[in-house]
């Protein structure tokens, strides 16, 4: 037969009454949780603001920008918004308007102005190629071929 187990009085686990782990954590740090909420807090706000800001920026000088309809008004949008997108294509357009009304190396600067500080715009090469045909239409060649290589590059 088998043998007969001998009774054991040790319990076979303990509930513990104290507060948990995860309570004293709160209790001792309090403070420092509530703060932290209220900077998060403050954090957001002022993120929304901040591309709220920029957002409306943005919407302005394209609204200028549309209604810019001769020469003044575009170098209005460029001086005015020249740090928007709006303000970029303004510089396309401006080089456009000053070539038709005889300006052409104010239209050839503004567009080497705008070639070297828009290298992520979506107009740069349709710029380029602008630059290009009228350093052509000036007879400066070696220059257009320059910029003509860019493109291609």
Same mark, same amino acid.
């Given at each position: @037969?088998? +043998?007969?187990?001998?009774?054991?009085?040790?319990?076979?686990?303990e509930i513990s009454q104290g507060p948990s782990a995860f309570e004293l954590f709160l209790d001792r740090n309090q403070k420092n949780?509530?703060?932290?909420?209220?900077?998060? %807090?403050?954090?957001?706000?002022?993120f929304v603001v901040y591309r709220g800001i920029a957002k409306s920026r943005q919407e302005t000088a394209g609204a200028a920008l549309n209604k810019a309809e001769d020469l003044a008004a575009l170098q209005a949008v460029v001086a005015e918004h020249a740090e928007?997108?709006? #303000?970029?294509? +303004? @510089?396309?357009? /401006? +080089?456009? &308007? =000053?070539?038709?009304?005889?300006? =052409?190396? %104010? +239209?050839?600067?503004? /567009? &080497?102005?705008?070639?070297? #500080?828009?290298? #992520?715009?979506?107009?740069?090469?349709s710029a380029k190629a602008s630059l290009g045909s009228k350093l052509m239409a000036q007879g400066k060649a070696p220059e257009a071929v320059t910029v003509f290589q860019e493109l291609v590059e």
């Open positions: @037969m088998p +043998a007969d187990l001998p009774d054991s009085s040790a319990p076979l686990a949780i509530v703060i932290l909420a209220i900077l998060l %807090a403050i954090g957001g706000a002022a928007t997108n709006a #303000g970029h294509t +303004a @510089m396309v357009l /401006l +080089a456009d &308007r =000053q070539w038709t009304e005889g300006q =052409q190396d %104010a +239209a050839i600067e503004t /567009l &080497r102005k705008f070639v070297s #500080g828009n290298t #992520g715009h979506p107009a740069l090469p």
